[in-house]
């Protein structure tokens, strides 16, 4: 098979030489450190993986792996100690994440040759799950912010566009998650189909119901948020000037910088 190659890299990838590339039985030769995988990659079924590109680094993935089960274990050891047993139980969706994702990072370390994402099936069916648990948790998250952005903003003016069409939004925004979750299970579906480019659609899937999920999830976000900007900048200019005006506009403009910082977090972590 003729060495894979994906614009805008060559032949192999950026971290590859394509070997006797004008010959049918042309492969790849990997810089040191780098190597061909399976995991993810469904452009080569596994018997062409010679001719496939070398963007896999052991060591770099490894030590991935250790960071994020490092960070799942320090998570779920802070819960523990910083909250009691009825809030751990209200928060049981977010326990649940945080020890899927330390069993799937333990079980990657201690497995790094064979627990490989779209191979091994048990592996790539937890990563699903794992992704349904997360989109669940952001839409918790969206409408707690959707809420309290309502709030201040009905304040202000309840005939702005984002109040009127609230309840449209949420459904919205309800229904892509359902099919973000949903689309997870294309991950593990990836693992136990017999064509590996059948994977790779079903992955393409996955990624696309990704895109429209995080896009209008950032973009309501962003919009809400920049409104609500607006109107406190709006009063702080134009609330009259008195000893309980003063101390109200003192705690606006003490606020301003955070809630700008909650925009661009937000709008990093969604569109991440």
């Known amino acids: 098979m ?5 614009f805008p890299a060559p032949a192999c990838g950026w971290n590859g030489e394509c070997i006797n590339a004008s010959l049918p039985s042309s492969f790849c030769k990997c810089d040191e450190g780098f190597e061909q995988s399976l995991e993810w990659n469904f452009f080569v079924e596994e018997d062409e993986l010679s001719s496939s590109l070398c963007m896999f680094h052991t060591d770099v993935v490894y030590g991935v792996w250790i960071s ?11 819960s523990a100690f910083l909250l009691d047993w009825e809030e751990i139980k209200r928060q049981k969706r977010i326990m649940m994440f945080l020890g899927l994702g330390m069993a799937e990072g333990l079980y990657r370390v201690l497995r790094p040759e064979s627990a490989l994402l779209g191979v091994d099936l048990a592996f790539t069916f937890v990563m699903s799950i794992i992704f349904f648990l997360f989109a669940y948790i952001l839409h918790e998250f969206f409408h707690l912010n959707v809420d309290y952005i309502k ?6 003016d309840s005939r702005r ?3 009127r069409n609230l309840d449209k939004i949420r459904r919205v925004n309800l ?3 359902l099919c973000f979750g949903g689309s997870a299970q294309l991950i593990w579906a990836a693992a136990i189909v017999e064509k590996r480019k059948t994977g790779k659609m079903l992955i393409q899937s996955f990624m696309a119901f990704c895109i429209c999920y995080f896009l209008f999830t950032t973009v309501t976000l962003y919009f809400a948020l920049t409104d609500l900007l607006t109107d406190m900048r709006f009063m702080v200019a134009h609330v009259q000037t008195n000893s309980e005006s003063h101390h109200l506009k003192q705690r606006i403009n003490d606020q301003l910088p955070l809630v700008w910082r909650l925009r661009a977090f937000s ?3 969604f569109s991440f």
């Open 267 to 269: 709008t990093a972590i």
């Open 151 to 156: 709030g201040k903003l009905a304040i202000v």
């Open 68 to 78: 994020a089960t490092s960070g799942f274990i320090f998570c779920a050891l802070l």
């Open 2 to 6: 003729p060495c894979v190659e994906l």
């Open 161 to 163: 566009w984002f109040i």
């Open 175 to 177: 229904i892509l998650t």
